[in-house]
């Protein structure tokens, strides 16, 4: 499984952004994808989290503001991110657990400026 990340930039406090989790390769296994995001000299949190049926789960620190979604057809994850504010930069990763094992994707960078 690969996971390609993307949409990430520079926002100001308040702006919204789309993310989106590109998945390819063995697919079909994949029962929950989460988006996560690590701030400098911090570590790595759980955002939001969307399983194969649907089910979401967000931080605390996000509910609310963001959305996690899923087209299956494009086996893509999206997260909305709404009313952000500068404590949510961070570089945002998105895994997918397939069976026991976890995949990540390379980064993507949000900065929200004040």
């Known amino acids: 499984v690969q996971l390609q990340a993307s949409g990430g930039g520079l926002v100001q406090a308040g702006g919204s952004l789309r993310l989106s989790c590109a998945a390819s390769?063995?697919?079909?296994?994949?029962?929950?994808v989460g988006w996560y995001r690590q701030a400098p000299g911090e570590q790595r949190e759980l955002v939001a989290s969307?399983?194969?049926?649907?089910?979401?789960d967000y931080a605390d620190s996000v509910k609310g503001r963001f959305t996690i979604s899923r087209d299956n057809a494009k086996n893509t994850v999206y997260l909305q991110l709404n009313s952000l504010k500068p404590e949510d930069t961070a570089i945002y990763y998105c895994?997918?657990?397939?069976?026991?094992?976890?995949?990540w994707g390379r980064g993507t960078l949000v900065t929200v400026s004040s």
């Open positions: 969307i399983t194969r049926s649907g089910s979401t």
């Open positions: 895994n997918a657990q397939s069976g026991r094992t976890g995949y």
């Open positions: 390769g063995f697919t079909s296994n994949i029962n929950i």
